[in-house]
């Protein structure tokens, strides 16, 4: 119970903490390009975290590139032309993790790339300014989840998690679940979690955007505030759309 609350100092030290992990996601997101490997990825994140003054890594990086059945961490795959690429980093700093994901496409994306991009996004823009004090871990749930099918047409939905708590743990309650996979938890003021929708596309990998979270008085927080667009990399271009 106690870990699901933050006083105003802990939140200003996860503020710092998720400063540092924007960082290092800048470094990956640059590092991502056709050719790449995805451990070399996780590497040049990992110097970077360090330089801006991370003490620990929360995980190591997570650089999934593509279809990778089986295969839960960076590994040996070289990036390739059309792929989706999650960029998932957590940081620690003064003892309190932080953690962000970002997605990259690797050439010209396909309307269906960019039609279930806009859709994931537009959900978890929706999803945070529904979260209050007040509402449940269920319901947070629950309304996402019907916003993605709802913008994807029912071709796309959630899998049964959409986040969980962070602070001098990497995870923490709330557990934001379906409900038969966690407890009822009614979100309060001060309670900091992660807020991470990914949908899995077929033969591309996963479109993911996760941001450190922090419940307020009257609505929430954004803790981590990179561009959550789509990021392409094409012949060694990059932009945002």
């Known amino acids: 119970m106690q870990g699901r609350f933050k006083s105003v100092e802990e939140i200003k030290v996860l503020r710092h903490s998720c400063s540092i992990a924007e960082m290092g996601m800048e470094a990956g997101l640059a590092a991502v390009k056709i050719g790449a490997v995805e451990r070399e990825i996780a590497g040049e994140v990992s110097k970077a975290l360090f330089a801006k003054g991370a003490t620990a890594l929360g995980f190591m990086p997570n650089i999934a590139a593509g279809e990778r059945p089986g295969i839960l961490f960076s590994s040996s795959k070289f990036v390739r032309r059309n792929e989706l690429v999650r960029v998932d980093i957590s940081s620690v700093w003064n003892g309190y993790y932080s953690c962000i994901a970002r997605t990259v496409f690797t050439g010209k994306p396909a309307n269906e790339i960019m039609d279930v991009y806009n859709a994931l996004k537009e959900a978890h823009e929706k999803g945070l300014e529904y ?49 038969s996979s966690c407890e009822e938890t009614e979100l309060k003021e001060g309670m900091c979690f992660l807020f991470e929708p990914v949908i899995h596309v077929q033969g591309y990998g996963d479109v993911a955007l996760t941001d450190c979270v922090a419940v307020t008085e009257t609505g929430v927080e954004l803790l981590t505030r990179t561009d959550r667009s789509l990021f392409i990399e094409e012949f060694g271009v990059y932009q945002r759309v």
């Not at 629950?142 to 709802?150: G, V």
């Not at 986040?163 to 923490?172: F, N, W």
């Open 131 to 179: 979260i209050k004090p007040g509402i449940t871990n269920y319901q947070l749930y629950e309304f996402t989840k019907k916003e993605i099918e709802k913008l994807t047409g029912g071709g796309y939905s959630l899998p049964f998690f959409l986040g969980h708590g962070i602070g001098v743990s990497l995870i923490d309650e709330p557990w934001i679940f379906e409900k």
